[in-house]
């Protein structure tokens, strides 16, 4: 069965890199998302990405922010000075979407660790 | 404040009872709401998608239902198994966007 994919499983980073956190979504699907989980907390909407740009952000999706859909196969989103309240488990998203309601299939979440 | 609510926080009940999960939002404009499965640890899982007009939805032995007058919804697990033991989270879509609002789930806990 298809499923989305994130590379890395645990990244450790110091406060002040960049970051690049990489999906595969599901070959066929056509929107793209991706959400955050600080440790103990609910799952956080970052950005949804359709048609090579951003649909919908939310307002924790700042200007340290920013996705992209590089090769037509890879969705990755990027953090571009990390701090330490970006420690989080990242979840990627994709779905059909030809017909709404879509099921938003998830990825098993990147680790991201700022120290 | 919290616009999806879930109860109660945690639950612990033995293989092969019964149990229902209960999810109240005030997310409106409501489009459709899901329940999902997440273990510890991994993403998480699609169990049942829901309309605005659906009042019940089923997914093998989950069972969904939707009050959208009451805007409450619940999540009834049948015979349950070890390996239902997980977080269910109440997921709310607001009308007219993707965005979706996820509650802060109820802790399942299945022992022999």
């Known amino acids: 069965e298809p499923e989305v994919t994130q590379t890395p499983s645990h990244q450790v980073t110091q406060m002040g890199q960049e970051v690049i956190l990489r999906c595969v979504p599901i070959?066929?699907?056509?929107?793209f998302y991706w959400y955050r989980q600080i440790l103990g907390q609910k799952v956080e909407f970052l950005v949804s990405f359709y048609n090579n740009e951003i649909s919908e952000k939310s307002e924790i999706f700042d200007d340290q922010f920013s996705v992209e859909r590089p090769d037509g196969s890879n969705f990755t989103l990027k953090i571009r000075s990390t701090k330490l309240e970006d420690s989080a488990m990242y979840f990627c998203a994709s779905s059909v979407a030809a017909l709404r309601p879509d099921t938003q299939y998830f990825g098993p979440g990147t680790r991201l660790t700022v120290l | 404040k919290n616009q999806v609510e879930q109860s109660p926080q945690s639950l612990i009940i033995l293989e092969g009872k019964n149990c229902t999960l209960q999810c109240n939002y005030t997310v409106s404009p409501f489009s459709n709401l899901r329940w999902y499965k997440q273990d510890t640890g991994r993403g998480p899982v699609s169990l049942t998608i829901?309309?605005?007009?659906?009042n019940t939805k089923s997914n093998g032995r989950y069972t969904a239902t939707l009050d959208a007058d009451t805007k409450q919804s619940s999540l009834h697990i049948t015979a349950s198994q070890l390996s239902d033991s997980a977080s269910y989270i109440c997921v709310v879509n607001y009308f007219g966007n993707e965005k979706l609002t996820f509650g802060t789930g109820t802790r399942l806990t299945i022992i022999p």
């Open positions: 070959s066929n699907h056509l929107y």
């Open positions: 829901m309309t605005f007009s659906e």
